[in-house]
């Protein structure tokens, strides 16, 4: 053999290192990045929730103002590559975003929120990550 076939890899390690290679790429788990789809209805779904637990619920225009809200913060935060860290205080905001919903709606003694308290506690808000 000479020098130069020395440092030829032969075919059978080269199958040996691709082999490694599948194996580690597949073993180690990476943690998927949640699609905008995903974080809206996690958005929403936290308003949604402590709303119902209070008994307060959206007229359909509100619940229309809701959903194109939580869209616009899910992008954006796929958008900016949000880390968990960044989601989880967006899904705090959108929770104390509901706190403030049912106080505005026990201030005026409804059940009902409409587009326009929605709007009118939405901008009260404003500026919260990632919506505004």
Do not use: W
């Not at 030829?8 to 194996?23: C, E, M």
């Not at 869209?71 to 960044?86: C, P, Q, S, Y």
């Not at 905001?93 to 939405?122: C, M, P, Q, W, Y």
């Amino acid at each position: 053999m000479t020098p130069r076939e020395a440092h030829v890899p032969r075919p059978s390690y080269l199958a040996a290192i691709t082999l490694l290679a599948v194996l580690v790429a597949t073993a180690v788990p990476v943690a998927a990045q949640p699609t905008a789809d995903d974080l809206a209805e996690r958005l929403s779904d936290v308003v949604t929730s402590q709303l119902s637990s209070a008994g307060v619920n959206l007229t359909e225009s509100a619940a229309a103002r809701l959903d194109s809200a939580a869209r616009k913060g899910a992008r954006k935060l796929v958008r900016d590559g949000a880390d968990e860290a960044e989601i989880e205080e967006a899904i705090g905001n959108a929770g104390n975003f509901a706190h403030g919903l049912v106080d505005a709606a026990s201030a005026r003694d409804t059940k009902r929120i409409d587009a326009d308290l929605f709007t009118e506690v939405f901008n009260a808000f404003c500026p919260f990550y990632p919506f505004c």
